[in-house]
């Protein structure tokens, strides 16, 4: 779902004739830095949905969309896995309201000490 969101937002950026480099494996808090001629970039961060409903920003993509602002721009694949519908909002952070939501499941263990051998 992702890859096909991926190459309809590239697909669109070449139609508007900005040039689009997929730089989502370098952890940036984008998926896509495009330009075009003017030397005006867009920071493009790919949400696709196999249908509809909710989309999850990370803590590093929000904080790329509140510190890019008006160059950040968030490119929404709706129904990819029927008939693939495009949605943008520039500058997500003054826009949307986003639901904190908090689940990462840490293990504290405090009697490491008792188990554990001293280094010799």
């Known amino acids: 779902i992702e890859q096909i969101g991926m190459k309809i937002v590239m697909e669109y950026e070449r139609d508007h004739k900005r040039t689009p480099e ?5 952890n940036l ?13 867009r920071y493009i961060e790919v949400k696709a949905r196999a249908r509809e409903g909710a989309v999850a920003l990370t803590p590093n993509e929000w904080i790329m969309a509140q510190r890019l602002r008006e160059e950040y721009w968030l490119y929404v694949v709706a129904n990819v896995a029927s008939n693939p519908e495009l949605y943008i909002i520039q500058n997500p952070s ?3 309201e986003p639901d904190k939501v908090v689940d990462i499941v840490r293990y504290v ?4 000490r008792e188990k554990a051998e001293v280094a010799k």
């Open 22 to 26: 997929d730089v989502s494996s370098l």
């Open 29 to 41: 808090g984008y998926d896509i830095r495009s330009y075009d001629e003017e030397g005006s970039y």
């Open 109 to 112: 263990v405090r009697d490491w």
């Open 94 to 96: 003054a826009k949307l």
